[in-house]
């Protein structure tokens, strides 16, 4: 064998080798992996992952609508809850409890809102805004409760002044808490809030 042929022996052998290597060995078992896993797929890129995660979590036109409608009821609701504290003990019992009912209506009307627009998502939709809507349930939780607090207070004979603005103001939080979960969620499927 002449000193050339064995050089393009050596050459291909180690051509060999590292394509193995490149390859990673899996089904050697070596436990070699490349990026994600140990499928043998490169890392996906993160910019790709991002622009598919932005396309399968993009709101329809509906959603839009819905979520605009959404917001203005949430807004009114947490406007009423403001206006009760400041109505406080200045205002007679029947006034005090003709507010303290229209929260309790309107918090009903922004929570039906709320659930209404979350169940228009698709099952993409739904996948990619998981931690998303937790969030927002959690908040949507904590409006149940205060609004229950709020009913338990609307059944006291004599209304108490002080109760009802407790729990307006324990609402109100509440409902600023919802508010804020309900635009993080918007922008991520692209709503623009105004």
Known sequence: ??????????????????????????????????????TGQPAEDPDL????????????????????????????????AHDLQQAGSASNPSTLGESATALRDAVDDAQRANRDFVNTFSDSQDAGLKKLTKRLSKSNTAVTKDASRLDAQLDKVPLDAHGLT?????????????????????????????
């Open 166 to 194: 407790s729990v307006a103001d324990s609402l109100e939080k509440a409902l600023t808490s919802l508010q804020t979960e309900q635009f993080a969620l918007a922008k991520e499927i692209g709503i623009q809030s105004h």
């Open 49 to 80: 992952a991002g622009f598919k995660h932005d396309v399968a979590v993009q709101a329809t036109e509906n959603q839009r609508a819905q979520f605009q409608s959404l917001a203005q009821r949430s807004e009114a609701a947490r406007r009423k």
């Open 1 to 38: 064998m002449t000193r050339r042929t064995s050089l393009l022996l050596i050459l291909i052998l180690f051509m060999a080798l590292g394509a193995l290597a490149q390859y990673g060995g899996h089904r050697g078992g070596s436990g070699a992996s490349h990026g994600s896993g140990t």
